[in-house]
């Protein structure tokens, strides 16, 4: 089984690393609020005081942050991610963020001396998808490091998808929330409630 860092133990986040030790994995988490560890801990992982704490042994580094600027916050720096990893760990970011803000971070990560890899993989579930661990993955960044990475996403989802290069994922994550909004307000619409008394 993986050693996995997990940065973010959130709504999101704190079932997702629940469910990874639930499948055998190694893992460590840090949270800005320590306290939201404690579920972590109680399911048998480990709580980090530091960012570099929780990634330096790790095969792979997850992040589920609210946005960008958080994204970057622990990314970058002389205490972020990309400071602290071994050579070759594998960055999967299930953060909701920018195309940009993702082909970004894989730059940055493949410019580093030993390559460090990055896969943007947003989800949509909601919180009762990430505790059921039933949660779909949209994933951009390399066709070989989403093999890699899939035993691991397997842990939290039941669905996952390659969409191409790094920021694929988060384009579909947009173009998804997109139809999702306009199916709801075609529902809610005039026209729509006509139909539905026409119907009956």
């Not at 460590?28 to 048998?44: I, S």
Request: charged share 15%; with cysteine; aromatic share 4%.
């Amino acid at each position: 089984m993986a050693k996995i860092g997990f940065i973010g133990l959130g709504i999101m986040g704190s079932p997702m690393a629940v469910n990874l030790v639930r499948a055998g994995h190694q893992v460590t988490g840090w949270n800005r609020t320590p306290e939201k560890t404690a579920p972590l801990v109680a399911a048998g992982g480990r709580a980090a005081d530091t960012i570099a704490e929780a990634v330096r042994d790790a095969e792979f580094v997850l992040t589920m942050l609210p946005a960008g600027p958080q994204v970057e916050a622990v990314a970058y720096g002389p205490d972020g991610i990309l400071s602290n990893v071994r050579p070759g760990t594998l960055l999967i970011d299930h953060s909701s963020i920018s195309p940009e803000t993702s082909r970004t971070l894989g730059a940055k990560a493949k410019a580093k001396e030993y390559g460090e890899r990055v896969l943007d993989a947003p989800l949509s579930g909601g919180e009762a998808g990430a505790v059921e661990a039933v949660l779909s993955l949209m994933v951009g960044g390399d066709v070989d490091d989403f093999l890699v990475a899939r035993p691991v996403l397997e842990a939290m989802g039941s669905t996952m998808v390659h969409c191409g290069p790094h920021g694929a994922g988060q384009t579909v994550k947009a173009a998804n929330q997109m139809i999702v909004a306009v199916n709801l307000q075609a529902c809610a619409s005039p026209a729509s409630t006509w139909l539905r008394h026409w119907r009956c």
